[in-house]
């Protein structure tokens, strides 16, 4: 089974503070993604990647920066963390083209739950 | 991106067949339908995926007219398990990176 690792499911930090969230897929997958949950918002996209070192702006990058370094690890980064980014923070991986065509079946990890005080 | 609408919330009482449609009218022509299911606390899952006609897996059935500019997810009998929130999501089958659009999704709750 594919498995998505986030580094922490709780997290509480201080207002300015640096963030980072951990990602970590276990299938090879070229494709990661870094989504944001909030109440009456659903999930939205902050930054994807499809291979090391290239990233690609979702619809919400404003404050959000990220690092892929390997393959297998996604990182998402809050340079200065404010309330107003207190939220849930699913990864997920897919594969680049692979598999038949229209599948790309997004694989998340369980989530990390960010509070900014 | 093809904008996607579908209800935001439904109840259905355990046991019934639930049917969830959403709205697509800019679909493309190699677009894909795509739909998640979430549980609390949990990431989304992939449930199913059509291009036309239908597609039925242990889980659901997907029904997607001629036109494609709407599709159905048809849950059979459900139990509170199903309880959930789930996702349509439309999307290029192109080879490459994929950015989708998950938006709000509808909430069902199955009420005993």
């Known amino acids: 089974d594919v498995k998505v690792t986030q580094s922490s499911r709780y997290l509480v930090k201080r207002t300015g503070e640096k963030v980072f969230l951990e990602c970590v897929q276990d299938m090879d997958h070229e494709n990661m993604f870094w989504y944001r949950q909030d109440p009456g918002l659903g999930l939205r996209l902050i930054y994807f990647?499809?291979?090391?070192?290239?990233?690609e702006k979702g619809d919400i990058p404003e404050g959000y920066s990220v690092s892929r370094e390997k393959k297998e690890r996604f990182s998402l980064i809050l340079e200065s963390a404010s309330t107003n980014q207190t939220s849930m923070y699913l990864c997920a991986s897919s594969l680049f083209g692979g598999g038949a065509p229209g599948t790309y079946e997004q694989y998340f990890g369980p989530g990390t739950r960010l509070t900014v005080t | 991106l093809a904008k996607t609408t579908q209800p935001i919330s439904m109840d259905s009482y355990e046991g019934q067949e639930v049917n969830i449609t959403c709205s697509h009218n800019?679909?493309?022509?190699?677009?894909?339908i795509t739909w998640y299911q979430q549980f609390p606390s949990q990431g989304p899952r992939f449930i199913i995926q059509g291009y036309k006609t239908k597609v039925t897996n242990e889980v659901a059935s997907l029904f997607i007219p001629a036109d494609r500019k709407s599709s159905t997810l048809s849950l059979p009998r459900v139990s509170l398990s199903d309880t959930a929130v789930y996702y349509c999501?439309?999307?290029?089958?192109?080879?490459?990176?994929?950015?989708?659009?998950f938006g709000i999704g509808t909430k069902l709750q199955v009420i005993p």
């Open positions: 800019n679909i493309a022509t190699n677009d894909y």
């Open positions: 990647s499809y291979d090391v070192k290239m990233k």
């Open positions: 999501l439309v999307a290029p089958a192109a080879g490459g990176y994929q950015k989708v659009t």
